[in-house]
T-cell receptor
């Protein structure tokens, strides 16, 4: 069966520090991968999605970036975090040509 | 791009009553409409979905209806229970890469 791993679960970082969040999917090939951010009490904001290795589409211009170095690995990065980057970050995947999204457990990021 | 509006933002019902959450979408090309439930601090999880070739779908106490002409769809929960308390998100999907646009969420509180 397919599973999605996301880590770390929680992270506290100072303003201006770098960020790296990782997401991996098991049990499927060529998944579509997504990064979402959820501010406290708010909806899901799509940040990036990827349909293949090295293929990244950005939905919102900001100081975050994403990379997909391997088929089932999706990384969210920042060179310098801002206070406004705090939130709950969720990775998700869909099987090729399928619609159902499955979410990882999320990373709660606090930028202080 | 697609725009999904969701109402109400909060909803309180007495245990045993019904709850209805409504969403509208803007892009007539959207053909897949999932509903996710997110408990506090947890990941969103799919509870029911409907495709554009179906007008209604039911799963035990949960049902979803779709009106393609009016571009709106609704979630109906009957005989609500305290464990139904959560945030519910509607979404609309289209395109070869299954990009999903989420509504802003409805916080449902079921009062025992």
């Amino acid at each position: 069966s397919q599973t999605i791993h996301q880590w770390p679960a929680t992270l506290v970082q100072p303003v201006g520090s770098p960020l790296s969040l990782e997401c991996t999917v098991e049990g499927t090939s060529n998944p579509n991968l997504y990064w979402y951010r959820q501010a406290a009490g708010r909806g899901l904001q799509l940040l990036f999605y990827s349909v293949g290795i090295g293929q990244i589409s950005s939905e919102v211009p900001q100081n975050l970036s994403a990379s997909r170095p391997q088929d089932r690995q999706f990384i969210l990065s920042s060179k310098k975090l801002l206070l406004s980057d705090s939130g709950f970050y969720l990775c998700a995947w869909t099987a090729p040509s399928q619609n159902i999204q499955y979410f990882g457990a999320g990373t709660r990021l606090s930028v202080l | 791009g697609e725009n999904v509006e969701q109402h109400p933002s909060t909803l309180s019902v007495q245990e045993g009553d019904s709850a209805v959450i409504k969403c509208t979408y803007s892009d007539s090309a959207s053909n897949y409409f999932p509903w996710y439930k997110q408990e506090l601090g947890k990941r969103p999880q799919l509870i029911i979905d409907i495709r554009s070739n179906v007008g209604e779908k039911k799963d035990q106490r949960i049902a979803v209806t779709l009106n393609k002409t009016a571009k709106h769809f609704s979630l109906h929960i009957t005989e609500t229970q305290p464990e139904d308390s959560a945030v519910y998100f509607c979404a609309a999907s289209y395109g070869g890469y299954q990009k999903v646009t989420f509504g802003t969420g409805t916080k449902l509180q079921v009062i025992p």
